[in-house]
């Protein structure tokens, strides 16, 4: 017995040292990537020292004698910090996951191929001035740079990653950087999605007014400048089935409703209490670890320019520099259709045009994957755009036997001048110069908030699609792409495109939602982002008569939802402290206490408050019940509340209470009848999931943000230390916007949310401030990967100054590149 238990623990101690020296060595292997910020490289890209001045918030302030020396300093500092998720951008531009990913990652490669996003890209390049290519190719020179390097001093592969998806990484192109803001537009787009759902729900609901109430148009005029703040002071097809694509992580084709977002506004000098324009801007993405944002400064021939750049893009896209400062949000303009092309009988190589039959252009695309043989595509394209299989986006359920889909979209331009206009607002002296270098922009269509010293300004960029008055569906549906007035018929003039500036009542502002109302065709859009947060932002922008950074930061960061706040005293009109109480221990006196609780509630959406969890389920709960006689299989596609619905339903807009009424059941049931059971439904899933004490339960618990590892944050033991999670407040419809993912076992963790947020200040421009989501490195053993985490989740920023002693005094360390 001694002998054995000798050799037992002989044979453990083994294992134990075995498995240090194994934890150590993966740790010297992965820590070898780690970026050192102090020293000097000397490469035959520069003609002067260049210098990057990391601050102590590690956000490199960039220094060069030339503009192109800047550029490749960014470029040579976003591959330091972010080269995996370079690279894995630029493969999904490519459409080359697979070859590295495996069979996991096919359907993405297919669908990207398909919309022929790479070699538009290189067509695209082509048309920008030489100015843009000049510092084109000087960020890439950047990138090349440090992948050089990477390889010639054995720098663990530029990233732990690359160890375990062993792959060559080729020299950065000027086209690369081209691609990856055409994946920005694929994260940004929605129209399709929406197109086809409602082809889809008005086959199964032929009443013009029901299809109304799900999947309405935006209601009222538009909202973007205020009105002077005195004047407000008082005294076809049958198919419903699901297609069955499932988007991979990695995927920028987002599920309806997880399109882009964000929030923007600005104040004049008349409504700033310094008496300088103010700006405040958090674009919303996709939330990652890292994630998509990377700060940065570059010391232009222009000037410093600072802000939100996206790694594998050489601009500064949110920001400011010392005169003029500018923010993005999703316009929603319709920039999309879906044409139903169809066949010839006598030839499946030709579909019909206005002219008669016509050959499809094609070709062939090979797709390698890892541990597999490969996959040979027919690309094809019509005059309207490329073909895609019915698979994707659930086009098989809207596309009739003997016909195929195409998709016309601005983002597929081959002659996409976006890169140049982003470049060129960087050097902007006001808002009038920033407008007329955003001419050059195509897509993804975006509305600028800008400011100058002086003046405050709104411009919708991005084509716009001209379309024929007399089209079938006006874009709002599928429609046929024989027909001549469903074509696109070239873009409207940038000119027509909305713009405020100056407006009297001093305030600009932008939360997605509906900006001007015009009829068809010059219309922008039937759907928008919002119609609820923009209430909440009227609000507190007219509640003072002049504004401060602080108060544009509290906007930034209210949790207050006016969609909670309107809806509750709709939905339990007929509930509020009605009948005897109930005996202890019943779901009647469960749902007594969950009312109490929300008749005391102000609608702020807080991680520490049980009233936020207790509504958001009831809510969804009683979507679920009211629609899903009606659309049956279609039901799980509304995976978020529909505000407008609900209040549609109950306040019988145009008959809409009959949703209420069961169809299936002899009984006669009211709104009241679905309140109240959807309300016991969202109590016991509580129940099960949170615990029976309703004051105790946390919105935070549920509500947690999902900053996860595309690639690792599925891999048992490794996804602890890369993913990075966060009790968050905020929800759907509030201004500080966290988007829940609405699926799933886990339906109100936040996937969606603002990854940047800046205030700018030009009263006084160094005390502007700005954060991100993550930090600024994409390596998991980096004391910077989590660094800004708690900052952004308790809602504070670091300093936003072009100061560079300010930066010097406080460096973490400083690069010297050298000829």
Known sequence: MALIFKWLLRIVSGLLILSGLAVALIYFFASRSLPEYSKDLRT???????????????????????????????????AQDRLWQMVTMRRTAQGRLSEVFGTRTVDIDQLIRRLDIYPLSVQSVESLSDHTRAMMTAYANGVNARINEVNTEALGRGAPEMFLFNAPVAPWRMADSLAIQRVMALQLAGHLEDEVLRARVSLLIPDEKRLSDIMPDEPGKGITALPEYAALVPGNPSFIQTADYEPHPLSPFKPRGLAGASNAWAAAPSRSAAGGTLLANDPHLELSAPGIWYLARMELSSGGVIGGTIPGIPAILTGRSARLGWGLTAAHLDDQDVLIEELNTANPNEYRTPDGFKEFRSRNSIINIKDSEPITLTLRWSDNGPILPGRFFDLKTVTPNGHVAAVSWTALSPNDTSMEAAIGLMYADNVRDAIDAAEKYVSPAINLMLVDRETIGFKTVGANPRRAALHQSQGRMPSLGWRRENRWQGRLPYASNPEFVAPIGGILGNTNNKTVDRAFP???????GDTQRIHRWERLMQGRQVHTRDSFIEAQLDTVSFTARSLLPLVAADLWFTGESAPEGTPERQRQRALALLAEWNGEMNEHLPEPLIYSAWMRALQTRIIKDELGPLEPEFTHLEPLFIERVFRDVDGAATWCDVIQSSAKETCADMARLALDDALIWIDEKYGRNLESLRWGDAHQATHDHQVLGEVPLLKNFVNIRQSTSGGDNTLQRGKTIGRGPDPF?????????????FADPDSSVFVIATGQSGHFLSRYYDDMAQLWRRGEYVPMSLDEELARAAAVGITRLLP
């Not at 001045?53 to 302030?61: D, I, Q, S, T, Y």
């Not at 010059?522 to 928008?528: A, D, E, I, R, Y």
Request: hydrophobic share 40%; glycine share 12%.
């Open 522 to 528: 010059l219309h922008m859009s039937f759907t928008w």
């Open 44 to 78: 035959g890209y520069v003609s002067a020292p260049v210098e990057i001045v990391r601050n102590n918030a590690n956000v490199p302030h960039i220094f060069g004698e030339r503009d192109e020396d800047v550029f490749f300093g960014l470029g040579y500092a976003h």
């Open 749 to 761: 963790l936040s996937g969606h949310a603002a990854g940047y947020r800046g205030v700018y200040d």
